[in-house]
């Protein structure tokens, strides 16, 4: 190791203990505040948001700059860009996140022993959370309120191409924070664009409780492999909409398009259509035209009526494109639907559009999704259309937490034990 790459990863070592050492301090003392302090911070935090949008998309115009000639395609673009709109949306969802129920604090269950000791399990925060996520700035908002509105502390490590946007995101939050007397260090930024402090994050095992992945498979693949802190993981949104034969034709257009083409580079997208053979000829050439901006790559049995659809390959089925691809499998029925779907999600979001109620629930109970959806667009899998808000990610796995994930996801819960003198024989 030569000498400047000592220094450096010396510099970057030295910031990541650092910063997660401060955040353990100031999640001691958050655990410590009200609900009105931490609400106050929210919505102080979101007029520092709006107060400062200009300055915001001035930095966000940095970012787009920097990245202008680097091949990035659509899809990440657009997830990188802020507008007036979607800062307003940014600001929207941390008042919606003040003003909901606090999750702390909550008895979840009690119980009464015959010794006469009465025990109690109530919410209570995890304590630091690093959340780790690619190219799109709000998650730091949101990821933020929600870690406040829960009362974690959080260290962002945002894509190094939104750094510019994250620090005037960041300093939002912290104005919050000032305002409602509360520590800043509660929201922190790794402000560098080195990797190496990625996988310091997942090595700190003696200030950092929850480590939360938000992005591609790249970004999941290394969590898995590093980390040695806990990990609530978010995979890609490989998602499957099935269109059954009882479906409704008009109304399954209409789904189909806005689960694709409303954002492609969100999770949420649907990347693969499943039609039904005996509905399959009315179908696809609605589907085409429906979608008749997006490529559209199937099977042998779909290209029969869309003979100049491109030839789909069995990679095909396992990708998540975030972008204006689709994939199109004709299925025998809905066992062979469900098995495909199986067989294919990643485990995100699938949906069926039928008429066929008792059809319907056999998918939505045997699809073994985070979240599985009846006549609705796929792009509803969302936490602020969960009303939570926002979300810090769409958790995949089965334990802790599944789905969408809002600031109640975010707390565990401890036991208070009350006696009166017991002792134990």
């Given amino acids: 190791m030569n000498t400047e790459t000592l220094e450096r990863t010396t510099d970057i070592n030295t910031l990541v203990a650092?910063?997660?050492?401060?955040?353990?301090?100031?999640?001691?003392?958050?655990?410590?505040?009200?609900?009105?302090?931490?609400?106050?911070?929210?919505t102080k935090a979101a007029e520092a948001l709006r107060r400062h949008m200009a300055d915001l998309l001035r930095a966000n115009a940095g970012d787009l700059d920097a990245i202008k000639d680097s091949g990035k395609d659509a899809a990440f673009v657009d997830r990188l860009t802020l507008n007036a709109e979607r800062v307003g949306g940014m600001a929207d969802a941390l008042d919606a996140i003040a003003a909901q129920d606090d999750?702390?604090?909550?008895?979840?269950?009690?119980?009464d022993r015959p010794n006469g000791l009465k025990i109690e399990r109530v919410s209570v925060p995890i304590g630091v959370i690093a959340m780790i996520y690619e190219s799109r700035p709000n998650v730091g908002s949101d990821a933020g309120a929600l870690c406040i509105k829960s009362g974690n502390a959080v260290i962002l490590r945002g894509g190094s191409e939104s750094l510019q946007s994250s620090r005037v995101i960041v300093d939002c939050m912290k104005q919050g924070l000032r305002a409602a007397?509360?520590?800043?260090?509660?929201?922190?930024?790794?402000?560098?664009?080195?990797?190496?402090?990625?996988?310091?994050?997942?090595?700190s095992t003696e200030t950092?409780?929850?480590?939360?992945?938000r992005g591609g498979r790249g970004l999941v693949s290394l969590v898995q492999k590093e980390?040695?802190?806990?990990?609530?993981?978010?995979?890609?949104?490989?998602?499957?909409?099935?269109?059954?034969?009882?479906?409704?034709?008009?109304?399954?257009?209409?789904?189909?398009q806005n689960a694709k083409m409303r954002r492609t580079g969100v999770c949420g997208a649907t990347e693969c259509v499943v039609i039904d053979a005996a509905i399959a000829e009315n179908a696809l050439p609605l589907l085409a035209d429906a979608l008749h901006d997006c490529e559209l790559r199937g099977d042998a049995a779909a290209r029969k009526f869309l003979p100049d659809m491109i030839a789909a390959k069995d990679e095909d089925w396992d990708t998540e494109y975030l972008s204006n691809i689709m994939s199109v499998r004709v299925v025998d029925g809905l066992d062979d639907a469900i098995g495909f779907v199986q067989a294919h999600s990643s485990g995100h979001t699938d949906a069926i559009v039928a008429e066929d109620r008792d059809a319907a629930r056999q998918f939505m109970n045997a699809i073994d999704s985070a979240v599985v959806m009846h006549n609705a667009s796929t792009q509803f899998s969302d936490g602020g259309e969960f009303g939570m808000g926002a979300e810090i990610g769409i958790a995949t796995g089965k334990m802790h937490a599944r789905g969408p994930v809002g600031a109640e996801q975010l707390t565990s819960f401890k036991y208070f034990v009350h006696g009166d003198g017991q002792k134990r024989p």
Avoid: W
């Fill in 18 to 42: 650092d910063l997660s050492t401060r955040a353990k301090t100031a999640a001691q003392g958050l655990a410590m505040a009200s609900g009105e302090q931490r609400n106050l911070a929210l």
């Fill in 103 to 111: 999750p702390l604090g909550r008895t979840l269950a009690t119980f």
């Fill in 181 to 203: 007397g509360l520590p800043e260090d509660v929201v922190q930024l790794v402000d560098t664009r080195d990797r190496e402090a990625v996988k310091l994050l997942l090595h």
């Fill in 208 to 213: 950092v409780d929850l480590v939360i992945p």
């Fill in 227 to 256: 980390a040695r802190v806990p990990t609530l993981l978010h995979l890609d949104g490989n998602n499957h909409t099935y269109l059954h034969s009882s479906a409704d034709i008009e109304k399954a257009m209409g789904i189909v």
